[in-house]
């Protein structure tokens, strides 16, 4: 990677590149039947495999992505929190993106590492991030104002209806 963050540090979790031997802990994130619910549904292990290679491999090529998101205390995974190159009815955008476990919801986590993963996209001189949810999630809704985001319009996403917010780099 050129001059990527593998490793970001911030107050309470640390983030890393998604790795291999993450991958049980990874599943058993993403799968859970609370977060696979804010995502559009439960994947297949092969499926959540490819998402993260996919991760490794958006790094590669953009030089930004998600992290692995791991408590600081514990060591533990608690979350995958960043950015990705994503089409948003047919533009393609760059979207602030974060799965954390349901044991870690409300404590601020999600915009812990979210707030560095726009400021590194932005670092990159690209001038936008969006981001998006199922509208009747006011928990990821207020850590998009939380980052500065301001509500865009309804979209339409994974079938389903969603609410889309902006920041623009200052």
């Known amino acids: 990677m050129g001059g990527g963050l593998s490793v970001v540090e911030a107050l309470r979790l640390y983030g890393r590149l998604a790795a291999r031997e993450n991958l049980e802990e990874f599943v058993a994130l993403m799968s859970h039947p609370r977060v696979a619910a804010t995502l559009g549904g439960e994947l297949t ?4 495999e490819s998402m993260l290679r996919k991760d490794v491999a958006h790094w590669l090529v953009h030089d930004f992505g998600a992290w692995h998101a791991f ?10 929190i960043g950015s990705r190159v994503t089409p948003v009815e047919g533009v393609v955008e ?12 409300g404590q601020g986590y999600a915009a812990e590492l979210a707030a560095p993963a726009r ?13 998006f ?13 939380k ?9 339409v996403h994974a079938d389903l209806p ?3 917010y902006r920041a623009t780099r200052a």
């Open 119 to 131: 400021d590194l996209v932005f670092s990159r001189g690209i001038s936008s991030v969006v981001a």
């Open 133 to 145: 949810t199922l509208a009747d999630n006011a928990a990821s809704r207020r850590v998009m104002e």
């Open 71 to 80: 408590e600081r205390s514990t060591d533990q995974l608690v979350g995958r």
């Open 147 to 155: 980052l500065g985001m301001t509500y865009e319009r309804d979209i």
């Open 162 to 164: 969603h609410v889309l």
């Open 45 to 48: 292990r092969g499926e959540y």
């Open 94 to 105: 760059v979207e602030l993106a974060w799965a954390v476990h349901p044991d870690h919801w």
